[in-house]
DNA sequence: TGTCAACTGTCAGAGGCTGTCACTAGCCTC
DNA sequence: GAGGCTAGTGACAGCCTCTGACAGTTGACA
């Protein structure tokens, strides 16, 4: 911390960002109004939009830390790996370090909280989509750099990181409606999902009484 | 058309209809208000929201149309084929049929430059991600019951229809941007991208002709 | 033709967001 | 350490989307 002026910037956007997380959560995003945070806060509506482009932005504050923290995990696997494994150890990585990087900002507890807000809220799920859309566009290049090819004219880069992102979500879809909120279970879930995408693709379902339902069972991976 | 009363209404949304649609492609989304789409219209605003529930639904009113021709496409698949071969017969068909489920609504031209606006537009592209992801909720469904799983159980029906979709999307992202935008660019681009998801994501891009890593390599059918 | 229901316009207002302007408080220099 | 400078803020006005309420108009139908 520096100067003085700036502690006082950071109480006042640390008290927004949290009293807007906290009143989102609890009575819901559609049901808060920027005056009701500002008031909070005890700050002018006007200040608000200081801080944060609008509701949405401060909504999707912490999401964005997680989106850097991923993309940072993709651009330091070692190139000798092939773009899939790349990406499942980036997002195990991620999950495994992610707590400690949010807590300094706001609880995790209140984190985990605001996630399945925006899972919940359809105008924030689609934002969300979008974000990761553009995450998704950002580490296509980061995989093309690796393998040394051109993003505009192979399109193998953003198909593999489509394909990827696509089983991803819905593994953080069920985490998100589960029961077991914790970064265990979306851990395992991510594991299991990935693990069933060969099957899943691979032919007819119904055919062969060897596997009826190969499906569910998440097997704790290492 | 029945009554006069009726055809009197059919004639205000349409005007409306097409007057939003020519006003956003050609001056953007943003750019355009609701008032200066009424004053066109010559209605009052209030008309405008009891026939569109926003700006928003107003520029989805084509792309609607599509979602549920691509539905029910997929709801017709004969139940013998596999489910990633009824996903991708059912867009190709989509395709070579839409034009003229869309003729009788508005110009298939204005459609088009309608599909690249919402593109372009965060706002519009966003929304446009999410109604994708409820379409294929509604698809997942589809595919459980032809296969007869349970899709809260087995997480297979989401996958196949999420990895899928994230092809698709690849597919009309490069679409979208490109200078071939017509429909018969848009059925070359769908086959071939499907047809390289497998090579994509099977192992090393760099090794010539071997695969190191057949892991989660999905054969993809005809 | 008169009644009813549907459709519309007008008005008022909430809520998100932006521009402007003046004022205060921290910072920095002399 | 006094005064100038500037970042940060509040107050105000205004635009735009969207909704509710109420009244007027116009087609439907007996």
Same mark, same amino acid.
């Given at each position: 911390?520096?100067?003085?002026?700036?502690?006082?910037?950071?109480?006042? +956007?640390? *008290?927004?960002?949290?009293?807007?997380?906290?009143?989102?959560?609890?009575?819901?995003?559609? !049901?808060?109004?920027?005056?009701?945070? *500002?008031? +909070?806060?005890? %700050?002018?509506?006007?200040? /608000?939009? +200081?801080? /944060?482009?609008?509701?949405?932005? *401060?909504? /999707?504050?912490?999401?964005?830390?997680?989106?850097?923290?991923?993309?940072?995990?993709?651009?330091?696997?070692? @190139?000798?790996?092939?773009?899939?494994?790349?990406?499942?150890?980036?997002?195990?990585?991620?999950?495994?370090?992610?707590?400690?990087?949010?807590?300094?900002?706001?609880?995790?507890?209140?984190?985990?909280?605001?996630?399945?807000?925006?899972?919940?809220? =359809?105008?924030?799920?689609?934002?969300?989509?979008?974000?990761?859309?553009?995450?998704?566009?950002?580490?296509? +290049?980061?995989?093309?750099?690796?393998?040394?090819?051109?993003?505009?004219?192979? @399109?193998?880069?953003?198909?593999?990181?489509?394909?990827?992102?696509?089983?991803?979500?819905?593994?953080?879809? !069920?985490?998100?409606?589960?029961?077991? /909120?914790?970064?265990?279970?979306?851990?395992?879930?991510?594991?299991?999902?990935?693990?069933? %995408?060969? =099957?899943?693709?691979?032919?007819?379902?119904?055919?062969?009484?060897?596997? =009826? !339902?190969?499906? *569910?069972?998440?097997?704790? =991976?290492?």
């Amino acid at each position: 911390m520096e100067t003085l002026r700036e502690r006082k910037k950071q109480r006042t +956007r640390d *008290a927004l960002l949290r009293t807007a997380l906290e009143l989102f959560v609890t009575q819901g995003y559609e !049901h808060t109004t920027v005056d009701e945070i *500002a008031a +909070r806060v005890d %700050v002018s509506q006007r200040t /608000f939009f +200081r801080y /944060f482009a609008g509701k949405e932005d *401060a909504a /999707f504050f912490v999401p964005r830390l997680t989106e850097e923290h991923y993309v940072e995990a993709v651009r330091r696997r070692p @190139p000798e790996e092939t773009p899939l494994d790349a990406l499942r150890r980036s997002v195990m990585d991620s999950w495994d370090t992610i707590e400690q990087a949010i807590e300094s900002y706001v609880p995790v507890e209140l984190f985990l909280r605001t996630y399945k807000m925006i899972e919940a809220t =359809p105008a924030l799920f689609a934002a969300r989509l979008r974000r990761q859309a553009e995450t998704e566009e950002e580490i296509a +290049r980061i995989i093309a750099e690796r393998e040394g090819v051109d993003p505009d004219t192979d @399109p193998r880069p953003r198909l593999v990181v489509a394909v990827f992102g696509a089983v991803i979500r819905v593994a953080e879809r !069920h985490w998100s409606v589960g029961e077991d /909120f914790s970064t265990t279970a979306i851990r395992e879930l991510t594991a299991s999902y990935l693990d069933q %995408v060969g =099957p899943a693709l691979a032919g007819n379902w119904r055919a062969g009484g060897t596997r =009826p !339902h190969p499906a *569910a069972a998440p097997s704790t =991976p290492a």
